[in-house]
């Protein structure tokens, strides 16, 4: 069954430094988001991507924040300097063509730690 | 975003029917109503949906009221990897838009 990807599993950084969070979604998906819960709290929006362009985002996504799809497969998250607020898991998802259910897949997130 | 209310908590006996209920009562007509889940560690899983009928897939079912203003999922034999936190999110049929989640209702499986 095909799945969202994400790496690494696991990323600690240093407080101020930049990381990228890399998805791959399911292939023939075309939107294309960026979630994530901090331990103990809700599941939050961040980004929704389609058509190669940002077509929403929360008041989370600030400018520290972007996101591309550099190619035809992945879909990634940047953080230019991390703050210790940042330290949370991360989830890609994906949903298939537009119309329809809008049935989201996720990936199993990346654990970011902020020291 | 139309608002979903769903117990904090329950907890129910291995291997029994699972009933879990969410109210949302300001549903529009274009909503889906849209269940997900989050084992722990895990990232949210689909796990079904539905408009104005009754569904079934191999997962669980859904029962939608008939003024659609809540819904019920049920999981028919729960096993310990049921175990998890459950939401109930609408959708509008228009678009393919942010998924709003809220506490949702975390299930606790006694063996």
């Known amino acids: 069954e095909p799945e969202v990807t994400q790496t690494p599993s696991h990323q600690v950084t240093q407080m101020g430094q930049e990381v990228i969070l890399r998805c791959v979604p399911i292939s023939n998906h075309l939107y294309f988001y960026w979630y994530r819960q901090i331990l103990g709290q809700k599941v939050e929006f961040l980004v929704s991507f389609y058509n190669n362009e940002i077509s929403e985002k929360s008041e989370i996504f600030d400018d520290q924040f972007s996101v591309e799809r550099p190619d035809g497969s992945n879909f990634t998250l940047k953080i230019r300097s991390t703050k210790l607020e940042d330290s949370a898991m991360y989830f890609c998802?994906?949903?298939?063509?537009?119309?329809?259910?809008?049935?989201?897949?996720f990936g199993a997130g990346t654990r970011l730690s902020v020291l | 975003d139309a608002k979903t209310t769903q117990p904090n908590s329950m907890e129910s006996n291995e291997e029994e029917p699972v009933h879990l209920p969410c109210n949302h009562s300001?549903?529009?007509?274009?909503?889906?109503i849209h269940w997900y889940r989050q084992l722990p560690s895990q990232g949210p899983e689909y796990v079904i949906h539905?408009?104005?009928s009754n569904v079934n897939n191999r997962m669980a079912s859904l029962a939608i009221a008939e003024d659609r203003k809540s819904s019920t999922l049920i999981l028919h034999r729960a096993t310990l990897r049921d175990a998890a936190v459950y939401y109930c999110i609408l959708i509008s049929v228009y678009g393919n838009e942010k998924l709003t989640f809220g506490t949702g209702t975390r299930l606790t499986i006694i063996p």
């Open positions: 539905g408009l104005t």
């Open positions: 998802a994906s949903s298939g063509p537009s119309g329809g259910a809008n049935i989201q897949y």
């Open positions: 300001t549903i529009s007509g274009t909503d889906y």
